[in-house]
């Protein structure tokens, strides 16, 4: 599972960064040979700004149960599941959760 910080800056190298202590990463637990840069195996990642994020895999899993059970006709329901399909990734899925 990830974490995501909100209001916290992208650090642009180590020696701004809030895990990183005198000597070593406080998140990899890797030594830091410099604090002038941000270290290759750095595990953070930006997040663009979004509007809410939702899990669009279970929308759409419920969206199909919905045209199963006839609560919405199948051409809504490809319009709607294409809308989806199509809208941007702001945080992609972890390994395991897709």
Known sequence: MGVYLPN???PDKCGH??????FECEVT?????TFNVRQADC???PVPPHGR???ADKL???MRLFVKENMLSRDDARELL???EDAPTVIEAEEGEA
């Open 17 to 22: 960064c809030r895990f990183a202590t005198a």
């Open 29 to 33: 637990k890797n030594f830091i040979t």
């Open 82 to 84: 294409e809308t989806i």
């Open 8 to 10: 916290m800056e992208m």
């Open 43 to 45: 595990p953070l990642v």
């Open 53 to 55: 994020c939702v899990d």
């Open 60 to 62: 759409m899993q419920e």
